[in-house]
Nanobody, 126 residues
Framework: QVQLVESGGGLVQAGGSLRLSCVVS????????MGWFRQAPGKEREFVAA????????YYADSVKGRFTISRDNAKNTVYLQMNSLKLEDTGVYYC???????????????????WGQGTQVTVSS
């Protein structure tokens, strides 16, 4: 059974930075894509970023392009989300998702992610 454990959330002022981490167990992490999603209060969960099995291909929602960076360390079974220039609208619970998709796939559609962590709260204040 896949387990995903996020950490790194917290309270930060607008313009600040946070780095989220997600440690994965229960599946061969290095062969599959990973993703980050978020859910703001009163809204549906939305896609934030994804990374392919090797870390060589990344995908971002338009709202975070140029500010967030997804990366992975396959030796540590860990995926990261570096968030810079945070805005008030980035507030929400951030969820790690995966490992997902065909082995060694370069792309997994956001709707195909099926395994989720418990989430970590990110609050951006003015």
């Amino acid at each position: 059974q896949v387990q995903l454990v996020e950490s790194g959330g917290g309270l930060v002022q607008a313009g600040g930075s946070l780095r989220l981490s997600c440690v994965v167990s229960g599946r061969t992490f290095s062969r599959y894509a990973m993703g980050w999603f978020r859910q703001a209060p009163g809204k549906e969960r939305e896609f934030v970023a994804a990374v392919n099995w090797s870390g060589g291909r990344t995908y971002y929602a338009d709202s975070v392009k140029g500010r967030f960076t997804i990366s992975r360390d396959n030796a540590k079974n860990t995926v990261y989300l570096q968030m810079n220039s945070l805005k008030l609208e980035d507030t929400g619970v951030y969820y790690c998702a995966g490992p997902e998709g065909p082995r060694y796939s370069d792309y997994v559609a956001p709707t195909d992610f099926r395994s989720w962590g418990q989430g970590t709260q990110v609050t951006v204040s003015s």
